[in-house]
Structures are given as C-alpha cells and as structure tokens.
Nanobody, 127 residues
Framework: QVQLVESGGGSVPVGGSLRLSCAAS????????MAWFRQAPGKEREGVAT????????YYGDSVKGRFIISQGNAENTVYLQMNSLKLEDTAIYYC????????????????????WGQGTQVTVSS
C-alpha cells in the first residue's frame, strides 16, 4: 500500500503562484507513475499532469500546459506541482495519485488508471 499526503494548497490572487507537494510513504521504488488531478465543484475530475519518477518524462493537460510544472524531489518520494499564472478556473481540490510500481504512464491522464490517492488539498484563486 502507498499512502499519499498532499500539502501546499491555499488561496491566491489571479496571476499568483502556489506549489503543491505530495509525499509518498513508504518510500516507493524508483519508476512509478504519479499524477496530479483536480476537481472543481460540479465538474468531473481532470488530469492535470503526470510524471514517471526517476525519468525526465512528464505530461500536461492542455489547460495547464506552459503554466504548471510537475517535478520530483531528490528522494523521489515527493512530487511537486508548481502552479504559476493561476486563473480563476484553476480553483479546485487538487489530488495526488499514483499507479502501482512498474506500471507505465499513459496519456491522456485518466483517473481510473490510478490505484492510490491522497486526500486532496484546496486551491482557491480569487480576483
């Protein structure tokens, strides 16, 4: 079992930045597909970005491409989502998710492909 804990959510003005963190425990082996999803009120959960730990490969949804950056910590048990140039429509609960070890990442990022989920962290962008 993998436990994921997100942190870093909060309230920011339009154009601001936030960095979300997702800590995985126990320390996962290298080579795991991890992703960030978000869900706004009344909307379906949306895949934001995904990364295969231990590699430089990453993928972004069209709505965040060029503004968000997914990365991993040196210990590879933490994945970050740097969110820049935030817009009102970025307001949502953001979830960290992971696949079972050794399972590759696929695009687009679809929630039913992921086995482990964090509890979510709220991001609110205000004008």
């Amino acid at each position: 079992q993998v436990q994921l804990v997100e942190s870093g959510g909060g309230s920011v003005p339009v154009g601001g930045s936030l960095r979300l963190s997702c800590a995985a425990s126990p320390h996962p082996p290298a080579g795991r597909c991890m992703a960030w999803f978000r869900q706004a009120p009344g909307k379906e959960r949306e895949g934001v970005a995904t990364i295969y730990t231990g590699t430089d490969w990453g993928y972004y949804g069209d709505s965040v491409k060029g503004r968000f950056i997914i990365s991993q910590g040196n210990a590879e048990n933490t994945v970050y989502l740097q969110m820049n140039s935030l817009k009102l429509e970025d307001t949502a609960i953001y979830y960290c998710a992971a696949k079972s070890a050794g399972v590759g990442c696929e695009t687009p990022v679809v929630d039913h492909d992921y086995d482990y989920w964090g509890q979510g962290t709220q991001v609110t962008v205000s004008s």
